[in-house]
């Protein structure tokens, strides 16, 4: 059986029994297709009980159709869903973060969302097809971050075209998270109470950014065109 990457954890708090999904790590090794690590059973295992459930998130992404999956069934769950990203929810675990009722992050947690990718092997029609299905895994993912975060589709669009990273602050600035967990807790600061920034940054502006730096300014200083490629094949690893 391949690994499962959830685990469900119940608590009793009060006499009510409260439940707890923990999403650690990449989500689906390879594919949910003709292995025991199926959508049949995750839906068992969560309408196995009712009432409210925590989702706690740490993950780098996986399958975008398993996540798919696991968003849908968390959207349709009677109860209220409260997602807490741990650590990361990445790529495809950023939009099943976004099936929360309220969706908290810890304020050392970040969020990435980036366009789906793939690997396709073949003529230029073959090539042609996969990225009009990438297109149309794009919409799809972009419809989970419209319904939650209510932001301009192109917006989203371009913030995928960059692959984004949030701090908890900027989710919750961009909508993709609701609040920051222990927010108003009673903490002490020796350097004093610090407001936490909202912070993102790009894959795109981080690359750019290193470009410019191998780039001469001055149009008679001129680098070797073998040691320019080195420098960057160095920096696409």
Do not use: C
């Amino acid at each position: 059986m391949k690994r499962k990457f959830w685990n469900w954890i119940k608590n009793d708090v009060g006499g009510e029994e409260e439940r707890t999904l923990v999403l650690n790590g990449e989500i689906s090794d390879e594919t949910w297709y003709g292995d025991e690590v199926t959508p049949a059973l995750f839906a068992k295992e969560l309408n196995a009980g009712s009432g409210n459930i925590t989702v706690w998130i740490n993950s780098p992404g996986g399958d975008v159709f398993a996540a798919a999956q696991i968003y849908n069934l968390l959207m349709e769950y009677k109860g209220d869903v409260t997602v807490k990203v741990d650590a990361l929810a990445a790529s495809a675990a950023s939009v099943i973060a976004m099936a929360g009722t309220t969706v908290l992050m810890s304020p050392v947690a970040m969020m990435m969302i980036h366009n789906p990718i793939t690997v396709a092997i073949g003529d230029s029609k073959e090539m042609q097809k996969a990225g009009e299905m990438l297109n149309e895994v794009k919409e799809g993912i972009m419809n989970a971050y419209e319904i939650k975060t209510g932001m301009d589709r192109k917006k989203i669009s371009h913030l995928m075209d960059a692959e984004s990273w949030f701090n908890a602050k900027k989710a919750v600035e961009l909508g993709f998270a609701d609040g920051i967990l222990h927010e108003g807790e009673d903490t002490e600061d020796v350097a004093g109470e610090k407001e936490l920034e909202g912070l993102m940054f790009s894959r795109t502006a981080v690359t750019n950014s290193l470009l410019t730096k191998l780039i001469p300014k001055k149009p008679e200083a001129k680098i070797p065109i073998e040691q320019l490629e080195k420098r960057l094949q160095l920096l696409s690893h």
